[in-house]
Nanobody, 120 residues
Framework: QVRLAESGGGLVQPGGSLGLSCTVS????????MGWDRQAPGKERELVARITSGGKSEYADSVKGRFTISRDNTQTTVWLQMTTLRPEDTAVYYC??????????????WGQGTQVTVSS
């Protein structure tokens, strides 16, 4: 079983900063990538940022230059540092992990989600 524990999020004013973290645990053999999706009300879930096991990161065009994804060397924790936040960044943010479990099965798991609200 793979477990994801998210923290961070909250209310911030436009132009402000906020950080999210996600720690993964469970019967995992390897992790291919860790990242963050988000879903705003009435919109489809979209990829925000992702970082691979090799350290390659990718971002949605809407957050490039404002958000930074990073992970620890054990690849059990991933962070998303968000700066210059805009009202359109308001959404529920979900951590997601892709890997292989102890049964040699590929998996993709998501966290429970954390709310980020950007408003004055």
């Amino acid at each position: 079983q793979v477990r994801l524990a998210e923290s961070g999020g909250g209310l911030v004013q436009p132009g402000g900063s906020l950080g999210l973290s996600c720690t993964v645990s469970g019967s995992i053999v390897s992790i291919n990538s860790m990242g963050w999706d988000r879903q705003a009300p009435g919109k489809e879930r979209e990829l925000v940022a992702r970082i691979t096991s090799g350290g390659k990161s990718e971002y949605a065009d809407s957050v490039k230059g404002r958000f930074t994804i990073s992970r620890d060397n054990t690849q059990t924790t991933v962070w998303l540092q968000m700066t210059t936040l805009r009202p359109e960044d308001t959404a529920v943010y979900y951590c997601n992990v892709v890997g292989v479990n102890s049964y040699s099965h590929s998996f993709q798991s998501w966290g429970q989600g954390t709310q980020v609200t950007v408003s004055s």
